[in-house]
């Protein structure tokens, strides 16, 4: 299935590094989000993204930075991580950010190690 | 408390087995509620909506019970293939895109 892809698939970084997860819908949605997933914790949101504007932030530390350039595409921009952060990140897409929002699809994920 | 909570598991049943998870939710101002299945080292997968009717698809059963905040997920004659982790997930409030997911459960289905 590639309706919701993510690159990289697998990022180590150290805590000094600048990287950037892409995640890409080709499901003609207008929402998509963000989320975190940690050993043992259950999914978290981070970012909404409604037709490119940015509707949620869910307590997200600034050292995480996103970037909705159109529709179709979404970017998590990482800098000055904690090992903590070390987890899945997790992309999804929905038709729209309201009520068709309940229904949503997720990217493979990128497994971030931060050493 | 937790928002949404599960027990983690695992359940172990075997192959045919009749099997059941329980899901609370803190939140009585939440809308809409989900069961998503999750494959080890894979993303979440939309399994079902549940309403307060209670549904069906197949071998599996919804049932929701607004008044005590509980949700519940029945899987009948289970198979290897429903080995996962199922996630118990609410809507926050009316927004339909805030999803709140519980921690999972671990099913393990064994010949």
């Known amino acids: 299935e590639t309706g919701v892809t993510q690159t990289p698939r697998h990022l180590v970084m150290g805590m000094t590094n600048k990287k950037s997860l892409k995640c890409e819908q080709h499901?003609?949605?207008?929402?998509m989000y963000w989320y975190k997933q940690s050993a043992k914790k259950p999914l978290e949101l981070m970012f909404v993204y409604s037709l490119e504007e940015r509707v949620e932030n869910n307590s997200v530390p600034s050292r995480f930075s996103p970037e909705c350039p159109n529709s179709s595409h979404l970017f998590l921009h990482l800098h000055t991580l904690q090992p903590e952060d070390s987890a899945l990140y997790l992309c999804?897409?929905?038709?729209?950010?309201?009520?068709?929002?309940?229904?949503?699809?997720f990217g493979p994920g990128t497994r971030l190690t931060v050493l | 408390r937790k928002e949404v909570e599960q027990d983690p598991g695992p359940f172990n049943v075997p192959e045919g087995a009749t099997v059941a998870f329980n899901c609370t939710y803190s939140?009585?101002?939440?809308?809409?509620f989900f069961w998503y299945r999750q494959d080890c080292r894979k993303e979440p997968k939309l399994l079902m909506s549940?309403?307060?009717s209670g549904n069906e698809d197949g071998r599996f059963t919804a049932q929701l019970n607004r008044a005590s905040q509980y949700i519940s997920l029945l899987i009948r004659d289970s198979k290897l293939s429903d080995s996962a982790t199922y996630l118990c997930v609410v809507t926050r409030n009316n927004a339909g895109n805030m999803l709140t997911f519980g921690g999972g459960t671990r099913l393990m289905v064994k010949p």
């Open positions: 999804a897409s929905s038709q729209d950010a309201g009520l068709a929002g309940v229904k949503q699809f």
């Open positions: 549940v309403y307060s």
């Open positions: 939140n009585s101002a939440s809308q809409s």
């Open positions: 499901l003609g949605h207008n929402a």
